[in-house]
Structure formats: C-alpha cells, structure tokens
T-cell receptor
C-alpha cells in the first residue's frame, strides 16, 4: 500500500462544475496535509494546507480533512479551464523523516 | 524576484559521469529539499536539510549526495550517473523544518544515457 494514494484519474468536468479530488494516507500520526497544483511542464505550487479536522476554504478551493478516516479532499467550485492541471496531495509523514510524502497526482481537465 | 533558482534547466549526461545540480534560494528559508519526479511514481524525496550544516536522507537517497554549506545553496551530486537516474529533479525550500509548505524551483530535467 502506498503511503499517500489519490484517485488515479484523469478527471474531466465541465466548466462551472465542482471538481472533487480525493486522497487517503496510511500514517495515522500525520498532522499536516497539503494540496499542490502542477501545470504541465511546470513545478508544483502550494494551493492549500490543512492541519485540523473539518473544512478550510480559500476562494473557490475547499480542503476537507478527516483524520479518523485518514482522508483529505480538495473541492474546486466553479471550475475554470485554467484549473486544468495535475493536483498533488502531500502528507507530512513520520515514516519520511517528517517530510512531505506525495501522492502520484490526479490530472484534472476542465472543459469549456 | 525572490525564489529558488535551479541549474541546469536540462542536461543530457553519459552514464558514469559525475553531475552536480545546483539550487539557490533567496528567501532565507531554513529547510531545503531535493525531490525527483518520475511518471507514475510521483515526487520522491531524495535528501533534505533542516538547516545549514545538516543533511538527512529521504526515501530514495542511494546514488546521490548533498551538502549545505550555507543557508542559500543546496547542491545535489550524482557521483556516477546511471540511466535509472533519468528524471526531473526539483529543489524546494520551506520556512520551517516541519511545516511542509514547500516552495519549488523550476526543475532540472536530467537524461542519463
């Protein structure tokens, strides 16, 4: 089992829809969770961090964390074509010296 | 513009050659990291440094070495490159050592033939 698993994708949604990206992790002791966006050929860019159970909203983005279920998700409301990218879930894992372990990413395409 | 600078952007290298990827940050961040990104395997941590003078091993450290002589620079060296080290290498930094809020450089694409 991989330490951080994401929907394999790709995920395609129409413009204006809600995109839902999911991530599960295996280290129950993890305390810090992140979502990065990576455009094709570019470097990852941090878009959300979440540390406590519940929801955290930032503009059109909402991160949700459920530590009991070891699950973190990212919702993108009113999806735009410019949201088309690969989204990487990262978890600070004690099994990786407390550093970020990344999932393989989910590629999102928003169709006009 | 503040950020992380990596060099070279791209390099083709013969197997067995020595190669150093350079990384410099001007944000005065304490921690720095090297990740490699391979299709289907995501980003994997090679080495990290919590502060100048210290380094640590990540998930895939074999075949790589790093040094952290000062706050700004964190070079990654492949002593004798092998084809399996063909990858895109990203340098990253963070303000704290455990925040995990990483800022990435633009990457170095390395091909080992």
């Amino acid at each position: 089992q991989k330490e951080v698993e994401q929907n394999s994708g790709p995920l395609s949604v129409p413009e204006g829809a809600i995109a839902s990206l999911n991530c599960t992790y295996s280290d129950r002791g993890s305390q810090s969770f992140f979502w990065y966006r990576q455009y094709s050929g570019k470097s990852p860019e941090l878009i959300m961090s979440i540390y406590s159970n519940g929801d955290k909203e930032d503009g059109r983005f909402t991160a949700q964390l459920n530590k009991a279920s070891q699950y973190v998700s990212l919702l993108i409301r009113d999806s735009q074509p410019s949201d088309s990218a690969t989204y990487l879930c990262a978890v600070n894992s004690n099994t990786n010296a407390g550093k970020s372990t990344f999932g393989d990413g989910t590629t999102l395409t928003v169709k006009p | 513009i503040a950020g992380i600078t990596q060099a070279p952007t791209s390099q083709i290298l013969a197997a067995g050659r020595r190669m150093t990827l350079r990384c410099t940050q001007d944000m005065r961040h304490n921690a720095m990291y090297w990740y490699r990104q391979d299709l289907g395997l995501g980003l994997r941590l090679i080495h990290y440094s919590n502060t100048a003078g210290t380094t640590g091993k990540g998930e895939v450290p074999d075949g790589y070495s790093v040094s952290r002589a000062n706050t700004d620079d964190f070079p990654l060296t492949l002593a004798s490159a092998v084809p399996s080290q063909t990858s895109v290498y990203f340098c990253a930094s963070s303000q704290g050592t455990d925040t995990g809020e990483l800022f990435f450089g633009e990457g170095s694409r390395l091909t080992v033939l």
